[in-house]
């Protein structure tokens, strides 16, 4: 079983920023396309961002050139890094790790823009 670790949350003004960070227990994070997702109140939770054990990310378009998605393959974590944040943006984002055809959640970690 593999746990995830989400941190970095918070409140934080429009057009301001935040990193969040997620740590797996499990070294196949190493060879895992790892994700963030979000989930807006009353709304389906959606793909932000991805990386594959290669370093190939992608992006919806909504956040290109704002978020940065990386991985420390040494420390089993992911980042998303979050600039110029919108209050449309606010959310709980979750960790997701895939691996053969598993996916893994973390627990979720809330991010809220507002003024």
């Known amino acids: 079983q593999v746990q995830l670790v989400e941190s970095g949350g918070g409140l934080v003004q429009p057009g301001g920023s935040l990193r969040l960070s997620c740590a797996a227990s499990?070294?196949?994070?190493?060879?895992?396309?790892m994700a963030w997702y979000r989930q807006a109140p009353g709304k389906e939770r959606e793909l932000v961002a991805s990386?594959?054990?290669?370093?190939?990310?992608n992006y919806i378009d909504s956040v290109k050139g704002r978020f940065t998605i990386s991985r420390d393959n040494a420390k089993n974590t992911v980042y998303l890094q979050m600039n110029s944040l919108k209050p449309e943006e606010t959310g709980a984002y979750y960790c997701?790790?895939?691996?053969?055809?598993?996916?893994?959640w973390g627990q979720g970690t809330q991010v809220t823009v507002s003024s």
């Open positions: 990386i594959t054990g290669g370093d190939n990310a």
């Open positions: 997701n790790l895939h691996w053969l055809g598993n996916k893994y």
């Open positions: 499990s070294s196949i994070f190493r060879v895992s396309v």
